[in-house]
């Protein structure tokens, strides 16, 4: 006899495994029941692994819909063996709430077009203020996210605040996993997916093939904005950056706007369009420590610390505007040679780098900062 809901359990171990063996995704296929009953259903799986005695701690949470059915996150999924028992559990409930359907590894969604072509755009960088605490801590040093958990929820939940949408797709990515969710709040799930993997996000799909808001969260404490849309839009795409970069200057070490491809998770390719001056992204990547005074270029909008004004030349020709907690948004006059064309003006970017001169990250400020 068939059960009501099976359990597809080489479709659970894949999807576990894609995850790097730890939070995962079940889907239940279904056309039955709703939200509510689905999470009741949780809720009565939950308690009954609360009574194993093998010491899994698996529990299953962020219950929601999707176009298929509904999904839910599993976190603490150490092993394999844990994962399928719990799904094993959740489809006897399932069964006794009246649903039917599949039980298995929640697919991943694919990107839409929109965010996979090479079409350059004005992008968002933020390297937000690392946790001094988190270098004593073994696990988050492992997982690589080192913004303290305060800050964390106020940087998820700009994100989700930033990008969303009425009626948009909301795709969240946990590392590089991606899946199509309904959530009318995904800060919480975004601030779980970071903490556990590294790297996360969020976007909000409009139209796949023309626009979409696309954030993104890695290692350290980087941040990514885009808003994906046509190049002629580029006066918009600045001023909805520009209010994503400024949004929490107390949590900023330094941001600015910055040609990119569209997609982007990580800063590790700010110099694959435009060469920074004399150094490359790795010399940023493994010299955090040294942004609270100095910046890898010079660009026509970003945020600074008041010690970056200090140590640059000659910034009388710029607009600087106080943000608070010694952050200041410093702006180019004019911003159509920035952003209004696949790259700055040469010119105008030579110009810029003469005026941040003494704030720009060079090879010789490394050495003279090197312990010992």
């Known amino acids: ?24 995704w079940l889907q ?17 799986a939950n308690a009954g692994s609360a009574d194993r005695t093998d010491g899994s701690e698996v529990v299953g949470a962020f219950a929601t819909g999707t176009s ?5 996150q599993l976190i603490r999924a150490d092993t394999s063996a844990a994962v399928q028992d719990w799904a094993a559990n959740l489809a006897v409930e399932l069964a006794a709430a009246g649903f039917t359907g599949k039980l298995g590894g929640a697919p991943e969604a694919a990107a839409p077009r929109c965010l996979t072509t090479a079409v350059p755009l004005p992008t968002g960088y933020v390297a937000y203020a690392l946790d001094p605490t988190a270098a004593d ?22 994100l989700d605040r930033w990008a969303r949408r009425p009626g948009a797709e909301l795709l969240l990515r946990q590392n590089l996993y991606l899946l199509s969710v309904q959530l009318p709040d995904a800060a919480a799930q975004l601030v779980n997916a970071v903490t556990e993997t ?47 970069i400024t949004a929490l200057p107390a949590d900023t070490e330094q941001a600015y706007l910055r040609v990119g491809y569209p997609n982007r998770i990580s800063h590790d390719q700010i110099d694959a369009l435009q060469p920074l001056p004399g150094i490359d992204e790795a010399d940023v990547r493994y010299h955090k420590d040294l942004l609270d005074r100095y910046l890898p270029d010079a660009h026509g909008v970003q945020v600074v610390r008041t010690a970056h004004l200090t140590n640059a030349h000659d910034l009388s020709g710029w607009q600087v505007t106080d943000l608070g907690h010694g952050r200041h948004l410093v702006r180019a006059a004019d911003l159509a040679p920035w952003y209004g064309q696949p790259l700055p003006h040469p010119d105008v970017l030579a110009r810029a780098r003469a005026d941040f001169a003494g704030a720009l990250l060079t090879r010789q400020l490394i050495a003279d900062h090197r312990p010992g």
């Not at 006899?1 to 995962?24: F, H, K, N, Y």
């Not at 409009?206 to 696309?214: E, Q, T």
Request: glycine share 8%; aromatic share 8%.
């Open 137 to 158: 801590d073994p696990v988050r040093k492992k997982v690589g996210w080192l913004v303290s958990p305060a800050a964390t929820e106020r940087i998820a939940e700009l």
């Open 1 to 24: 006899m068939t059960e009501p809901v099976q359990v597809q359990r080489p479709s659970i171990a894949r999807v576990w495994r894609q995850l790097g063996g730890a939070d995962c």
């Open 28 to 44: 239940l296929r279904t056309s039955d029941g709703d939200l509510a009953r689905f999470t009741d259903a949780v809720d009565r």
């Open 198 to 244: 590294g790297m996360a996000g969020l976007d909000f799909v409009v139209d796949k093939d023309r626009y979409a808001l696309h954030t993104a969260l890695s290692f350290g404490g980087d941040g990514v904005f885009q808003v994906v849309s046509s190049p002629d839009d580029w006066q918009r795409q600045v001023e909805l950056l520009t209010a994503a």
């Open 68 to 72: 298929r059915g509904f999904v839910v």
